[in-house]
Structure formats: C-alpha cells, structure tokens
C-alpha cells in the first residue's frame, strides 16, 4: 500500500499533543508554532508567542540561537543539550532537535523538538 501524500496530511493535532516542546519559526525565526508543552516549558502562554521572533522570547540572538543556526546552515542539529532563558528570567535546560523544512527545494521554516533534559 502506498503511502499517502504527506501535504494532505494534517500534523497538527498530533505536534500539539506530543510530550516535546515543538517550535516551528518562519526563515526570519517569527514564531509560527509553539505547542502546549514548550509553554510549560518556558511558562509562556503559546497564545502570547506566536507572531512573537524567538530573539523577543528568549535571550538569544542569531548567532546563539540553535533554530537561527540551523536556519543559516540549511542543515538539521541533533542531539544538543541546550540551555535558555525566556526574556521573563525562566531557565530551561533541553535537548533539543533542529530541522530545516524545505518547499521544492526553497527554506520556508525550520522545527525545533524539544524535550525537558535535567542535569
């Protein structure tokens, strides 16, 4: 049986509901995305951030930023323990998965799967 085509499907449900924190920026790191578990991650409402760039939510910039890095290299980051803190002050230690999502060839977004990681 062949598989369906995956642009017919509808992820959303499922990377709203998962036990990851999920983010997923335009190329520009505007926020698209932020599912349920990332907010109680950082003790943001995903309400507040989307529209948000990830530069005005967290204390990073460009050059720290694994979602911008992954964004500049077109390439995937995995397996990273990272440490963060939201512009409120929260710090948040994750292991973090950084993907470059493509559109016939053209970057249009990159998803960041992030899971709670204490030292």
């Known amino acids: 049986m062949p598989l369906p085509d995956i642009e017919n499907l509808n992820l959303e449900p499922i990377i709203s509901s998962m036990h990851e924190g999920v983010i997923i920026t335009d190329t520009k790191g505007v926020i698209c995305f932020y599912n349920k578990t990332q907010g ?7 309400d507040q951030v989307i529209g948000a760039r990830l530069t005005d939510i967290y204390q990073l910039d460009v050059t720290t930023s694994l979602i911008h890095q992954c964004l500049s290299s077109r390439k995937p980051i995995q397996n990273v323990t ?3 803190q939201t512009h409120l002050g929260k710090q948040v230690n994750i292991l973090s998965h950084v993907h470059p999502l493509f559109d016939d060839g053209a970057l249009v977004r990159a998803i960041n799967f992030s899971k709670d990681y204490q030292m």
């Not at 109680?40 to 995903?46: I, T």
């Open 40 to 46: 109680k991650m950082d003790d943001l409402n995903p």
């Open 82 to 84: 990272f440490f963060y």
